[in-house]
């Protein structure tokens, strides 16, 4: 998006709640020609830190001075705490033509309340990037976290399509592939792709760490498969209550459907059915395998991974070195950030699939945070 002549106004993107998924998005703009990023928290000394650690160009305590003559708004706080943004957002005179976003991992309740309220000058889509992780917080934030990723907006019969095609050109300096879905049916997928497999990977957590209060090794011995299907267990827990509770007659079926799913295997299992249990893997195996690729690049297919590092000249060497030992082929390296007063990221890249997910590995177990 270009600001066009350098005597207008910078677009004013404000965001609320500025952690992982507002931070990241506040540094894809940040810095842009024609851009003020302005943040805004409850809390005095986050405000102070959102400036510091450079993530925005302003940052206030007050709704309404940060609202006021915004071009964008991204409301990004916990899913439980949205309507209630936007109703004290409808009580604020916006720039006509002000587009209000949020980035829920629930659309369906966002986009329904919204529809009753009406903005002052503003217009509400609603918004979902499938990036994320399992830390949260402005520390946590990159500016390269939605690259690649696919970013929902869920327009209604109502949305302007001037509204629209300005918050897409937006999105896309994320890098994000735009995907338009309707806000029930978002709700309905993400339930089956991301609200279940959290509950199972904390139930499942619960009951090995049951376990392992009558036998450490439990946690001694848990390998790969175990640290693979439960890493997002670690997710934050107000962040995910929120989610489960606003879509709660979604989640309780796909529950019910996925009880269904365990009393199968526990039927052939039970049975001695060695065909039945085989045949499960297979069909699992061969969806799983279908699934689109981490794809990265036109030309060669580019598998990319990105490490936070503290402090990079002696880590850079290590991390290469170990990579080498481990036989794994690394295809680029690139620091991406190298500031004093932030950590750094490195970016790896790697033309086979395998070879980054062993690097991904390997890297998690000598303790650094890696990102996908
Ligand atoms: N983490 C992910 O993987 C992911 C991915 C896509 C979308 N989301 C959605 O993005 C939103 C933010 O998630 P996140 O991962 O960035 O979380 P986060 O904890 O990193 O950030 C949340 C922000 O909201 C603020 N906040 C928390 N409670 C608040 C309250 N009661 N009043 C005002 N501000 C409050 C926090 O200070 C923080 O700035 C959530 O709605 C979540 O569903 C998360
Ligand atoms: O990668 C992770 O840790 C995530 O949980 C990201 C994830 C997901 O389930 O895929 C989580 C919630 C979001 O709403 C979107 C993405």
Redesign the pocket.
Known sequence: MSNGASDRDPVKVVIF??????GSLALCYKGKPGFYVVGH??NPK?VEKYVALGVVDYATTSLEEAAKDADFIFV????G?LDDYMERLSRVALKPGCIITD???TKASVVHHASKLSLQGGVFIGG??M???ER???E?ASSHLFENAYYVLTPTADTPPDAMERLEQLIKMTKAHIVKVDAVEHDTIVGAISHLPHVIAAALVNQVAAYNEANVLYAVLAAGGFRDITRIASS?PI?WRD?LLNNREVVLKLIEDWQREMSRFAGQIAAGDGAGVAEQFRTAGEFRNSLPERRKGVITSIYECYVDVPDHPGIIGQIATELGDAKINLSNLQIIESRDDVPGVLRLSFRKEEDLDKAVVLLKLMNYTVHK
């Open positions: 709640g500025v952690g992982l998924i507002g928290s409850v986050s990004c706080v916990p899913v705490m980035v829920g991992s979902h990037p990036a994320g992780g949260s917080g402005v946590a934050d962040m989610i």
